[in-house]
């Protein structure tokens, strides 16, 4: 700890403060014990955007980068097909066209209207995990797909001469190799990931972002929910960060 | 398994190998027969095909055309060559310990798992059991110490010591060797070749590619010269090395000393 109270990083952490004590005294927040809740609800709504977008898009994406790394043909080019598609267009429309496009299909259909998921499809935020999930798919594919091609052949040739069937080989030898490769890619991904997700506040999703347009309407005072819903924004990145550096640190050296 | 009677003793057979890559044929028909306890060595320029050869016998490559028995079973191919039956072939590589150029440990595991993983998650031997196995085979070898480190950390030598202990814990019937020393620098080839040594005085079968010409002679039962894909000699080696007949042989034996 010592060692961290260098010189510059006295003055960083000084400046910091005034930072902070120059917005506290100077600009207006009796707004902010009103909405709390709201904001604490949008926060977690948020991040559990983000988490089940993240999950359900690698849960994809490890199977379309397979399908383009070694996958028949038959299986490569809908899955380089679907990434392009996804990479080529911007996520907004992407939102749109399922919200808009799906979203008003559904009502037609009778027997969707009559099913026990009735009630979670006519709400708005299936629509947005689908649109995030499905981008954070289209570009985790891609990335899968370098790393699957990237393991060293002799690892794979490896296990193959020692009679792995070849599940285990891909669940013990090849997919971890993979995602080892990809882990700091996957880390900046994630990031962005996380500012995409504000996207949600156009199709009346309400997480953080919304609720900060929320209280613009509401109170007319713009600047302040701004600078803190960056704050919170920066929050969630540097946990992140500080994860995937634990994830990296945790790895085995792969020098060879 | 159909092992015949006359074929008990006779670990692997290889009939009439033929390879090609596009419209190189690389093997042009050869054969091999090691029995139990067999120590075979291929040698030959490179180009020669030996390293194809070898690979195709538990499949690492598609023969073109051939038959391959192994310990009196033949692998079942189609008219392509591709294999007929994965779960036999698979059954079948797991006779057989293969020991590649390049050590192929696997990087993300320790020593020890990278001798266990197939053990334990293919054959679904008890975990204990398979590390006391490991952990003998480690010593054996004479790297006790290093059971939890990762392959990143060892010498090239320790690597491919690591790499036979771990084809030995599988209780292969056969060893394939593919140039076992060949990456390594040559203070370290010794200690793998003391380790190779020690496993063919113990009557191993083993098939080795190898460009260690004395290492050969040593402890071969049976050598084969491999010229442009085909078995151009082959015999006991001090008659093949003391008494080479064919005028390629002589000069390879020359060139490399």
């Known amino acids: ?35 709390l809740g709201l904001a604490a609800m949008g926060i977690w709504r948020t991040i559990w955007l983000l988490v089940l977008s993240l999950v359900l898009g690698m849960m994809l994406a490890i199977p379309l980068g397979l399908a383009q790394a070694a996958g028949p043909r038959w299986l490569a080019w809908p899955a380089r097909g679907f990434c392009t598609v996804i990479r080529g267009t911007p996520l907004l429309l992407q939102l749109w066209l399922l919200y808009y496009g799906l979203g008003s299909l559904f009502p037609t259909i009778p027997w969707i209207r009559q099913s026990d998921l009735w009630p979670i499809l006519r709400q708005a935020w299936p629509y947005g995990l689908l649109a995030l999930t499905l981008s954070f798919a289209g570009y985790e594919g891609e990335v899968m797909r370098g790393a699957f091609r990237g393991v060293v052949k002799g690892q794979i040739e490896a296990a193959t001469a020692m009679g792995m069937p070849r599940l285990t080989l891909l669940r013990r030898i090849w997919l971890p190799q993979a995602l080892h490769r990809a882990l700091p890619t996957l880390g900046g991904e994630t990031v962005l990931q996380l500012k995409a997700t504000p996207l949600v506040a156009t199709i009346t999703v309400v997480d953080i972002y919304a609720v900060a347009g929320r209280v613009r309407q509401d109170t007319f005072i713009t600047y302040e929910p701004l600078l803190l819903l960056a704050v919170v924004y920066m929050a969630i990145t540097g946990i992140i960060v500080l994860l995937f550096r634990h994830f990296e640190r945790r790895l085995p050296s792969r020098v060879a | 398994m159909s092992g015949s009677r006359a074929g008990a003793s006779e670990a692997i057979r290889v009939e009439g190998l033929r390879k090609s890559f596009g419209a190189h044929e690389v093997l042009k028909g050869v054969s091999l027969t090691a029995h139990e306890g067999d120590v075979v060595a291929i040698i030959g320029g490179s180009g020669s095909g030996k390293s194809t050869m070898l690979r195709c016998i538990n499949f690492l490559e598609t023969p073109s055309a051939g038959r391959i028995v192994i310990g009196g079973e033949e692998v ?21 310990g293969m020991v590649f150029q390049q050590f192929n440990l696997w990087t993300h595991r320790t020593i020890l798992e990278n001798l266990v993983e197939v053990p334990v998650h293919v054959l679904h031997q008890p975990r204990a059991e398979a590390e006391a196995r490991a952990q003998r085979l480690l010593a054996r070898v004479g790297l006790a110490e290093k059971a939890d480190a990762y392959p990143a950390f060892l010498s090239g030598g320790q690597q491919q010591r690591a790499a036979i202990a771990r084809a030995l814990c599988m209780e292969p019937r056969a060893m394939l060797f593919d140039e076992p020393t060949s990456a390594l620098d040559p203070e370290l080839v010794g200690e793998v070749l003391a380790v190779i040594r020690d496993l063919a ?24 010269y491999l010229h442009n894909g085909v078995v151009e000699e082959e015999g006991p080696p001090d008659a093949l090395f003391g008494a080479p007949k064919s005028e390629r042989l002589k000069q390879f034996l020359k060139s490399v000393g």
């Open chain 2, 201 to 224: 005085a113990e009557g191993r079968t083993m098939i080795l590619v190898t460009h260690e010409m004395k290492f050969a002679r040593e402890v071969a039962s049976h050598v084969i």
């Open chain 1, 1 to 35: 700890m010592r060692n961290f109270w260098l010189p510059h990083r006295i003055v960083m952490a000084a400046l910091g403060v005034a930072v902070l004590i120059w917005c506290v005294l100077t600009l207006r927040w009796d707004w902010l014990p009103n909405y």
């Open chain 2, 76 to 96: 079942a191919m189609r008219a392509d060559g591709s294999v007929a039956d994965r779960r036999q072939i698979e059954r079948l590589r797991q006779s057989l």
